[in-house]
């Protein structure tokens, strides 16, 4: 059974870090790029950043570049988000997702259940 599974969510003040992590199961993750997607109350999903498979190229939204680092451990087939300098607009339920292939650009088809991130104080 394809999983993924989001833990690191929680509350954390403005300008404050947070790392979300992402663990794999049930297909070869190392063949694949992964990413994280947020969704907001009231807001369609967006996409935060993407690692391809062999952690060579990355991507970021606008908003949370310099900010949020993602990082891949194709060894412990996990996945991670290093959030720093949070900011309120970072407030949202994220989500890991599986690429249907290597590269970021081919699509999703797997998505975890989400782990909510709080910026608040």
């Known amino acids: 059974q394809v999983q993924l599974v989001e833990t690191g969510g929680g509350l954390v003040q403005p300008g404050g870090s947070l790392r979300l992590s992402c663990k794999a199961s049930?297909?070869?993750?190392?063949?694949?790029?992964v990413g994280w997607f947020r969704q907001a109350p009231g807001k369609e999903r967006e996409a935060v950043s993407c690692?391809?498979?062999?952690?060579?190229?990355?991507t970021f939204l606008d908003s949370v570049r310099g900010r949020f680092t993602i990082s891949r451990n194709n060894g412990e087939n996990a996945l991670y988000l290093q959030m720093d300098n949070v900011k309120y607009t970072d407030t949202a339920v994220y989500y890991c997702?599986?690429?249907?292939?290597?590269?970021?650009?081919?699509?999703?088809?797997?998505w975890g259940q989400g782990t909510q991130v709080t910026v608040s104080g």
């Open positions: 997702a599986k690429g249907r292939t290597v590269a970021c650009q081919n699509g999703w088809d797997v």
């Open positions: 690692i391809s498979w062999q952690g060579i190229r990355t």
């Open positions: 049930g297909f070869n993750f190392k063949d694949y790029a």
